[in-house]
């Protein structure tokens, strides 16, 4: 047989390999800016980096690849980025307060972000975000109470204010217990759609002068005279961001889900039939001049894919999503040599006034640079990357409800604030001690997360899917634990019987009542040994290795996880092992009735141990995590 040369068979073979195992476009965009932006992120040419709008909407979008990946370099990366502004006091390098300008705001987001992990001196992205909160209290309004996009632009509400504001807005009143300000928020949103919302397109202008005196405004309306993608596209965003954290029992909720209901329709009637993606002059078409742009038609996607994704669009919404962002790929995305990747037509700018001054004219917005990478772009592409990562393989928990228990384990600590708070293995709970990240994973697969608060009863556990109880209480954890009662085993035993999956984890014997677990875990042929394996001293994390082999049903590409002090198991039929490791049993299955329950003597899957933080890369506790939820959400059962 004639042999190959090397050279061919790296073409043949390696190469094509190395092509169909290419990460996904969030990932490798991502990973490019990067190495554009190695330490520091520099937007404008021949200045140095600075506290800028686009500087936020990159951090959050490296977040959004964070959750995705649980890779910590992303979340580095923005912590060091952050650390070269904000300084222990909370001021903030850079930021000018008396600017007063809305575009300082975003990047507050990631600043929220760092203050709700577990790391030290955090108080400083506190105490920073308070600084940004101050500016909100004090900005400029209109006579009706609309943010001015900046002090030296008196009486203009812009679109790309609601994005810059309102997010950072929302999540900061959550967060900090200012539930009043929710109203205000609401009110920016109501404004737009009082007075720049076109009756005939149903899109957004891009500017409004409440004073009529500027020359861009029209002198009847207010309202600048074209419709700009990109200016429509900040709009689109912030209003399915803000409705993250917007309270679910506020009566101006709904309001914000109806102006994304009126939007939709105008975005998809002016998407372009044969592309798929965007005009920069959203109604103006083929007209001269006119061209497609990359940043409003990434924005669009993202809205479009996430108002499908949480519910606030019709599900026939997301075919205009992937149409847009199959065209966003075939228009504006580029592969570099080095394997990177770049996205192309972005314009540089679009304002309002100013000097030179804008006058809002279709001659004004086409005469605007268009860049290669601009950020303004490359963030959102992202943001819709994501998005249509997430809705490739969501519809596995659509109608779908994962409950944890937050009875039987039931801690409390002091918040932000001052006041108590449930923690420990909830879902809320974004510190390392909570289930934040299992919960999105579970939330990205399409199903909703829930807690059981009381005593699990019938009508508790009517219409959960899957429910877990974690590390239930001994009376060193709380004063007054409950602990889990014969009437508590009936009820869940009859639930997993008439086809609930039910998982059960412990802890170690001194951070876990066992005794009156163990009851409800003998009902399925499990039971919590008094012993403890893998006990880790420091840092050795190779103490804490267990090892996953080929085949597993559950585990099928995971290898290796961390998992420290737990408790092993003894099992009987029905139940039965799927990891052993040195004659323990890990973890175990058992099939009841038609429903199944998932054993492991340890909560193993916190966020400590899933965020990528803390325990080396070659433990897969992510990865597991996405296994398991994709299991328990109805992957093949023994």
Avoid at 480 to 506: C, E, H, R
Wanted: with cysteine.
């Amino acid at each position: 047989m004639k042999r190959v040369p090397l050279y061919l068979f790296i073409f043949l073979f390696v190469v094509p390999s190395l092509f169909a195992q290419k990460a996904p476009y969030s990932v490798r965009m991502a990973e490019s800016f990067m190495t554009w932006h190695k330490d520091s992120i520099a937007v404008k040419e021949g200045r140095p980096a600075a506290w800028d709008y686009e500087q936020g909407l990159m951090l959050k979008s490296l977040e959004k690849v964070w959750n995705r990946t649980a890779d910590n370099k992303y979340f580095e990366y923005i912590r060091k980025d952050l650390d070269r502004y904000v300084q222990k006091d909370g001021s903030i390098r850079t930021y000018k307060y008396d600017d007063l300008n809305l575009d300082n705001i975003p990047t507050g987001r990631a600043l929220l972000m760092l203050y709700q992990q577990t790391q030290p001196d955090k108080e400083k992205y506190r105490k920073a975000a308070d600084l940004l909160w101050k500016q909100i209290e004090n900005q400029p309004k209109t006579k009706e109470g609309g943010f001015w996009h900046k002090k030296r632009y008196p009486y203009q509400m812009w679109l790309d204010g609601l994005f810059m504001a309102e997010p950072f807005s929302a999540e900061y009143s959550l967060i900090f217990n200012h539930p009043e300000h929710f109203n205000d928020i609401a009110k920016q949103f109501s404004l737009i759609e009082k007075y720049a919302v076109d009756a005939k397109t149903g899109l957004v202008y891009h500017g409004y002068d409440e004073s009529k005196e500027q020359k861009w405004a029209d002198p009847k309306t207010g309202l600048s005279p074209h419709f700009w993608s990109r200016a429509i596209g900040w709009y689109a965003m912030a209003l399915v961001d803000v409705l993250d954290y917007f309270p679910q029992n506020h009566p101006e909720r709904a309001n914000l889900v109806k102006y994304l209901q009126r939007l939709a329709p105008a975005l998809v009637k002016y998407q372009d039939a044969k592309s798929g993606v965007w005009y920069q002059m959203t109604t103006q078409g083929t007209r001269k001049g006119n061209y497609f742009e990359a940043s409003g038609s990434c924005m669009f996607v993202y809205a479009l894919a996430k108002g499908v994704r949480m519910g606030y669009l019709p599900s026939s919404y997301l075919a205009a999503a992937k149409k847009g962002y199959a065209g966003i790929v075939k228009e504006f995305v580029e592969e570099e040599p080095n394997g990177a990747i770049s996205l192309n037509k972005t314009v540089s700018v679009g304002g309002l006034g100013g000097t030179p001054y804008r006058d809002g004219s279709y001659e004004y917005y086409l005469s605007e640079p268009i860049k290669k990478n601009d950020l303004k772009g490359v963030g959102p592409f992202i943001f819709a990357s994501v998005e249509m990562e997430i809705a490739a393989e969501n519809a596995l928990g659509q109608g779908k409800t994962v409950a944890t228990d937050y009875y039987f384990n039931r801690e409390f600590r002091k918040d932000g604030n001052g006041n108590e708070e449930q923690f420990h293995y909830t879902w809320e709970d974004r510190q390392h001690s909570g289930f934040w990240v299992w919960g999105t994973i579970f939330r990205d697969l399409g199903a909703k997360t829930t807690a059981i608060r009381a005593a699990p009863t019938a009508e508790h556990l009517k219409n959960v899917n899957v429910y877990i109880i974690v590390d239930p209480d001994t009376k060193k954890e709380t004063p007054n634990p409950n602990f889990v009662q014969d009437a508590d085993t009936k009820q869940i035993s009859n639930w997993v019987k008439a086809g609930g999956t039910l998982v059960l984890m412990a802890n170690d014997t001194s951070n876990c009542e066992h005794k009156n677990f163990n009851r409800l875990a003998k009902e399925f042929g499990i039971q919590f040994l008094p012993k403890n394996v893998n006990m880790v001293q420091g840092t050795q994390w190779q103490q804490g290795r267990v090892n996953i082999p080929a085949g597993n049903s559950i585990f099928q590409n995971t290898k290796a996880v961390y998992i420290k002090e737990l408790s092993p198991l003894d099992l009987k039929a029905p139940a039965q092992a799927v990891v052993t490791q040195n004659g323990d049993v890990i973890m175990g299955v058992a099939k009841v009735g038609k429903g199944t329950v998932f054993a492991v003597g340890d909560p193993w899957l916190y966020n400590e141990y899933t965020d990528g933080r803390r325990i080396p890369l070659i433990y897969e506790n992510f990865s597991a995590a996405k296994e398991l939820a994709k299991w328990l959400l109805g992957a093949k059962k023994p």
